[in-house]
Each structure stands twice: as structure tokens, then as C-alpha cells.
């Protein structure tokens, strides 16, 4: 249905709310609205997407969803909605873009492939909808796509929080001059039938968390309960920092090695352009810190490559390297890199029977490790100062079921490795041959 708005020569009025009116209008050069069902979150980012192409002729930007129907069904519509026709010279439907009378262009994006959608002309702005069930690599590639030298340039993103992934670290953690965000909730919709919250509520009955989320459009966790201490890992969050140091693409480094430190370390393996990531996490065997971190979706030789270097660097760290899958690949590499004495086995014949090798994750194994690291995690025994760490596992919980597990959306991988390493603490040694416990995994 087309937005009841009077069209003149020199203006188009449209009926916003006074959030949605702020939000709008805001300058800064990166912000966020979050918001409940049906608060207009949509429509304020569409709004905002043609005032800024209509105010500067000859721009380029970017509307961007997670799914291609996500973009199509919601983000477009919201735009057609609000655009008068008379002002849309050509929509290239093929090439998925929008050129407007004056000459500004409007290119129309899915974010399933994020690098892909990073690539391209320079852009003035961009709009993420529905940010939060986009992957935070997503957001990285339409940061670094708006750079426009000649525009003011804008970001800016319209949401229902998921937990305290990366759009709270991004936009709420923080305050910075360059960053602003709004919170809306649904009750602000002067628009909406009268009923509709009252039904939203209903709905939710007996689920606060979601309702909050939902309606109000607050940060919680929703799917299950929070496995780790959140009043921890908000504290953890708020200490996180940008590593020192960063390598080849995949390595950060927070602390450098000491001469006579002891360090464990825990691999997920992972592989392919999509999906889960491959994750080598590097601790402090006295202090418990956090000083070294891969994270990339890496092939399986090169993943193993990285992790002996790095493992290498600091003291020949005693390491976990999880053989499920496809995984004993990697595990049979870092051995042909002769790192098979510095690794967890499973028996002492692990050099001739491959069976034995590595880390076995299992129903036996995953509730002991992951049970040391939520101990771990309550006291501040572990201090992990990565922002994506710490986001994973501010979204993982137990489900209904009283399992833990990651919630909709989001992944383990930094998790699980973490869980590792800080279980290698239990077997790991420093001097002399490799010692392995027979049997007990």
C-alpha cells in the first residue's frame, strides 16, 4: 500500500514518528535503530535511504538484507513505499540497482556472500536491514565499501536485536563520536492497530526475554538460558581491545611470548568459504589470558600450517587439536609438521594408529570441557580479550533441552577452541616426552 504523503515539486512529507524522525535525520556517521515488531524500523531506514540519495545528486549507495528475499519482501518494498514513481528514472531489475532523477544510483544487495557484496564502486552510504542476522564479516565489507571522497559518507542499520552479538559490541558498548544508536519499542508505533502490541504480548506470554527483544527491542539473550555468567561476559565485553598485532589476515595477537612462559592452545577445525570458521585460541598457562587468536575459513593444511607456526611462536604451546571429521586432517598435518609431540593424544600408539590422534569431542568430552570453561568464565579465571570471542559466548546457551549450544544464528567455534585450550591446562606439560592419559577420553 503507497504511504499517504502529498508529492510537490520541491517536497515530499512523510509521517514519521518522533523516533523515527530523529533517527532519520541524524548525521553521524555510523548509527543504529533498534527496535520491536512492527516499530517502523524498516520505514525509517527506507526514509533515511531517499533522503540522502535525493540530497546528493550523483551518490551511490547501498541497500543491504541478509537473504535475497529478505531484501526483496521487506527492505524494497519499504523504499517503493516511500519513493514517489515519478522520481525512479530506471530500475535495472538484472543488475538489481536504482538510478533516481537526479542522477544518484541505489544498488540493492543480498548479504549472503559479504565479500561479494563489498566489492564494487565506491559508496557514499549504506543500509543494512535486519542487520543482526547478518554475520558481523558482513558488516566489515559495507564498512569498508562506503568511502566516497566526495560525500559525507553514512552508515547505518535497522534491527531487532539477537543477544549481544555484533551489533551491541558495534553500536552499544562503546560510545564513540562517530557511532550513535536508537531504541525503539513497538508501543511507539502511533501507526499500528491498536491491537497489535496487545497480541505481540499475548504471543509471549511467559517468555520475558523474547518479549523484551521482541517489543522492546532490548539486548537479552533469547532461544534458551545464557550457559555462561552474562554479568560476567558483559564485564568480559567492555574489557576486550584491539590486538597489538595482526598477521596474514587470520592472526591477532594481544600479548607477545615471555622467554619461559607456558602456553596452551585449542583447534576447532573448520573449512570452506561458508559456514563455521577455523579456530585457534592461544592461552596463558598462569595468568589465563587471551594472547593470541586464528580465526578464517581455511583450508585444512593451511589452517594446520598456521596454528604449528603460531603454537611454534609462543614456546611450543601444549595444544588441543579436535580431530572430529574431517578435522583429522589437520591433526595428521600438524603432525607431518612435527608437532605431534607437543599435542594431546588419545593413546600412546597415537604415531601408528591414527584413531588415537588428537582431541575427540564427544558426548563425554563436550559437557567436561565446556563445564571448565563456564567455572572458569564465572571466577575471571580466563580472560579472553577478543570482542568476538567474548560475542559467542554471549550467545551461547542451553536450550530447551538443558543442552549447551549455540543459538539461532550464531556460531562456537571460538567457544569450543576456547573450551579446549583451557582444558589443556589439566594434561599439558613442558618438560620431557609427551605424557598421554590412556582411555580417559
Known sequence: MRPRYPVTKNEIKLKLFPKQAEFVKDKTEN????????????????????????????????????????????????????????????????????????????????????????????????????????????????????????????????????GFNWCYQEFALNPRPDYKFYQCSSRDNIFLPEDYVKKLEEQYKGDPEYLLQEIEGGFTVVGGKSFFAKEVLIKMLAETIEPRESLEGCVEIWKTPIIGGKYTAGVDFAWGEQGSYAVCQILDFQTGEQVAKIRGRLPLDEMALQTHKLCDRYNRAYLGAECNGEGITGVNKLIELGYGSRMFHRAEDWYINEKKRGWHTNDTTRPIVLGELEEAVRNFAVRPYSKNTVSEMMSFIRDDKGKPAHAEGAYDDEVMSLAIAWHMRQVAHFEGKNVIKVGSY
Open 31 to 162: 548509527i543504529a535503530l533498534f527496535a520491536g515488531r512492527g516499530s517502523g524500523k524498516t520505514r525509517a531506514g527506507a526514509t533515511k535511504a531517499l533522503m540522502y540519495a535525493l540530497e546528493n545528486p550523483l551518490s551511490i549507495g547501498m541497500i543491504a538484507a541478509p537473504s535475497f528475499p529478505m531484501l526483496r519482501d521487506s527492505s524494497l518494498v519499504e523504499f517503493k513505499a516511500v519513493c514517489p514513481p515519478q522520481l525512479i528514472r530506471q530500475f535495472d531489475k538484472s543488475n538489481m540497482v536504482i538510478k533516481l532523477e537526479n542522477d544518484s544510483e541505489i544498488l540493492l544487495r543480498s548479504l549472503d556472500d559479504p565479500e561479494k557484496a563489498g566489492r564494487g564502486p565506491s559508496l557514499a552510504w549504506a543500509w543494512i536491514d535486519e542487520a543482526a542476522r547478518a554475520h558481523y564479516d558482513a558488516w566489515r565489507a559495507v564498512f569498508a565499501a562506503v568511502r566516497h571522497p566526495e560525500f559525507k559518507v553514512q552508515r547505518w542499520i535497522t534491527t531487532t536485536p539477537k
